[in-house]
């Protein structure tokens, strides 16, 4: 059972930026991915960002270039780095893990196994 915790989520101003945190238990699995989720009221789940275990990562097409998933093996912590936020970035983040999972061709990996709570960014013009 993997445990993950997010933070960082609050209220900004668009242009601006913000990072969220998520504090994951050990993986113990030889490969698996981490991901940033996004759900704005009244819409459907959306992948935002996957890293897998080498670093390999993949972004969709709304956030590439604005954000940067990255995570720090050795403090088990995942970042999302969000720059140029746009009102339509706002909702509730979410990271997730994936067992047995790798990055291909810079996509987003969809499916997880595992799920934090979710910490919410509010986005005002």
């Known amino acids: 059972q993997v445990q993950l915790e997010e933070s960082g989520g609050g209220s900004v101003q668009t242009g601006e930026s913000l990072r969220l945190s998520c504090v994951f238990s050990?993986?113990?699995?030889?490969?698996?991915?981490l991901g940033w989720f996004r759900q704005a009221p009244g819409k459907k789940r959306e992948g935002l960002a996957t890293i897998d275990r080498p670093g390999n990562t993949g972004y969709a097409d709304s956030v590439k270039g604005r954000f940067t998933i990255s995570k720090d093996s050795a403090k088990n912590t995942l970042y999302l780095q969000m720059n140029s936020l746009e009102l339509e970035d706002a909702g509730m983040y979410y990271c997730a893990a994936e067992p047995w999972c790798q990055v291909l061709r810079g996509l987003v990996y969809e499916p997880m196994d595992y799920w934090g709570k979710g910490t919410l960014v509010n986005i005002s013009s």
């Open positions: 050990e993986i113990p699995y030889a490969t698996y991915c």
